[in-house]
């Protein structure tokens, strides 16, 4: 097995140490050093490290070639030194999403949550055993024993905003500990009590209070901004005092910002939200259940549900019911049925296995972070089922007249809130329908599933690689980069293209969608990893004249259109198309097959990828 930390270690040490680097980012196959003196590189050390396969140095930049194992030693480099990090002159990394707006969202959110996931579906679950066993009587809720065990099943969530902190800051390579700074100004107990408070004023301007406790999208955005401030000071301040001045500036701005803008921007559409919504249940009581049932969730993202959560308290108050509470138990459980049907369907064990405590969790605590962050919402077919099932189940709950009696978080365990007010049998029907609804079409019409990162198949086939580009195949060893052309990231052809379109050459599961557009990973079901690069040394360009179709992790068919391209703005830029189209797993596929030669359209037979007799387990 690769050591990457040793690999790390070699290549920082031959380039003359951190010291010694004035930025670092990585590509498809390389990490990118710009040296400070190149003359203090000991490129023969480099090159002698295990796990590097050559030195290229061209463009101003001293490039390490890796290979597909360039994340791992890139981030072993980042855990061994600054670089990449806040506060270095390092470029943002990469693999950053790119693509439309809501794909963007995602892949951010899913990136950010990722690391938090296992540990709020755990808590989630134990606070889920922790109320069934109060619901049934086997502990009593007024123990000290249960104290100890709600705060340890709740506090994680409760604070959330600390633990997106640390996971915000590493995605936008923000301080870490500057943004735990923050989150925690967020969460304090003193702040968290003014909450509602009225004649709020910060050096004379006025403010809301909200609650950001377990809230998700404040801590973000201000993370966002706080990496965009850090670099600017970084950059203006001198060296003597930036690196205490620039926190101390960063939360004075900051968390004031977060109070005085984000604060009463979020209570005033949440007021309107919540004004509208009420509007609606008392003309319209089945389309104000539609809403509340399907976008329920989506609030939560936002943050937005907590301008509904007065209407809630002023219903109670006045009425002694809260009707618009029926409807969210839909929403809910729906999205927790989506996650069961990811369950049963998904063939991917560690999606399983994460979608098995996200389905008890939701079903029983209506804990629902873990399914809707972790899953649904990255999966994007379930949070949608979920949010159908959950509109016609809240619809038909709002028909019915069901209202709660308390105000409870809704989940399954906490159904009798509902039991004998209104009309029992619309509450069955529109239970059922949430559930069932959302289950069925998660199962049946299924969804995208991320590749198995694990092992490949027991059996390695021969590929069958078509063209992905309309152009000209030229050996391999044209293409003028030393790397490539000496076949030492893969066996191959290189393409000169004629046209701006690469499609997809079978059947695949997109590895690596760079930002960038310059390359893309692809994974055959067989196992063979192809990388198509278009043109050399075009990360440069920074995503300027590429256009990327698709995200990493989507399931693509043989002539699906991955990318576009303006060649003749990129070779006016300066730099050569020539494209290598290369297998980078030689462990399994160790040579291709005669390949074409000339003129070639997409879609035309490339090449055969030979497989080795039986393949072994992927690094």
Known sequence: MADYAKTAAGVLAGVGGEENVQSLVHCATRLRFVLKDESKADTAAVKATPGVVTVAQAGGQYQVVIGNDVPDVFAEIGKASGLGTAGHTATPAEDAPKGNLFNRFISMISSIFTPVLWALAGTGLLKAFLAAAATFG???????????????????????????????????????????????????????????????????????????????????????????????????????????????????????????????????????????????????????????GGLWQVFVIFGLHWGLVPLFTLEFQTTGQIALLGPVFAAVLAQAAAVAGVWLRARNKSLKSLAAPATLSGFLAGITEPAIYGINLPLKRPFAFGIVGGAIGGAIIAIGGVFSTSFVVPSGLALPALFGNGNMVMLGIGLLVAIVVPFLLTTIVGFTEPAEDETVAAEANDVAVLSPLDGTVVPLSETPDAAFADGSLGQGVAIKPRSGAVYAPFDATVVAAFPTGHAIGLRHADGAELLIHIGIDTVKLNGEHFDLKVTSGQRVQAGELLLTFDGDAIERAGYDLTTPVIITNPDLYPEVGTPASGPIAHGDPLYFAVAVESAIPAK
């Not at 004649?199 to 404040?218: D, E, N, Q």
Request: proline content about 6%; charged content about 10%; glycine content about 10%.
């Open 138 to 292: 086997w502990i009593a809720t007024d123990t000290t024993t249960y104290t100890v065990l709600y705060a340890l099943s709740d506090a994680f969530i409760n604070f959330l905003p600390m633990a997106l902190a640390l996971t915000a800051a590493r995605y936008f390579a923000a301080n870490e500990w500057t943004a735990l700074a923050i989150a925690g100004a967020l969460v304090y107990p003193t702040i968290t009590g003014l909450v509602g408070a009225e004649g709020l004023t910060f050096f004379g301007i006025p403010f809301t209070m909200v609650s950001y406790v377990s809230s998700v999208i404040p801590i973000i955005v201000i993370v966002w901004l706080q990496s965009h401030a850090e670099k600017f000071l970084y950059a203006k301040l001198p060296g003597a005092i930036k690196r205490f001045v620039t926190p101390m500036i960063v939360v004075l701005v900051a968390v004031p910002l977060v109070f005085v803008v984000v604060g009463p921007i979020s209570d005033l559409i949440g007021g309107w939200l919540g004004g509208g919504i009420g509007w609606v249940f008392e003309h319209a009581p089945w389309a104000g259940g539609a809403i509340m």
